[in-house]
């Protein structure tokens, strides 16, 4: 009788990833800190177990997006009042809150339940190149040139 491994949490030892989001494309950036945090690039992913690892982004302001996304890409968010919805451009944004950009992009690609909720706690972003992370001694993870 074959029987499925299933990893145990107590077994799992996450590992902290650096990326570097200046001249990165959003969504080519947003997949591969989904597919981490989700735990896709290990051997050992379980797809309702939080087998991820934690990701730090840095220079959130730097992101690019092609086209005319830059004044045409919206953002909304509502305040839950009557006549409370909020709109701004990528740029507006940008200029901001870098931050928000790549978290809810991210955010979009992880599951909508309480392990996506869970998995998004993993996600670290910062507008400039520095984080206050180094005692997690974090890995540099290079993505493909866009």
């Known amino acids: 009788m074959n029987t499925t491994h299933t990893p145990s949490m107590a077994t799992l030892e996450p590992i902290w990833y650096v990326i570097d989001a200046k001249g990165q494309r959003l ?23 939080d087998t991820g690892d934690y990701v730090i982004v840095v220079n959130a302001k730097d992101i690019e997006v092609t086209g005319k ?49 869970s998995l998004f706690t993993k996600l670290r972003v910062y507008p400039g190149p520095n984080h206050p992370h180094e005692a997690q001694q974090p890995q540099v993870m290079q993505l493909e040139a866009a």
């Not at 950036?29 to 945090?37: I, S």
């Not at 830059?70 to 944004?93: D, I, N, V, W």
């Not at 931050?99 to 996506?116: Q, S």
Request: avoid cysteine.
């Open 69 to 117: 996304k830059r004044s045409q890409k919206l953002y909304r968010r509502h305040s839950g009042r009557p006549g409370g919805m909020k709109m701004e451009t990528f740029a507006q944004l940008n200029a901001r809150i870098p931050e928000r950009i790549i978290e809810e992009a991210v955010r979009g690609m992880l599951p909508k339940n309480r392990l996506g909720r």
């Open 27 to 49: 969504g080519r950036l947003a997949t591969a800190v989904a597919r981490v945090l989700r735990g896709k690039n290990k051997p050992i992913y379980t797809p309702f177990l």
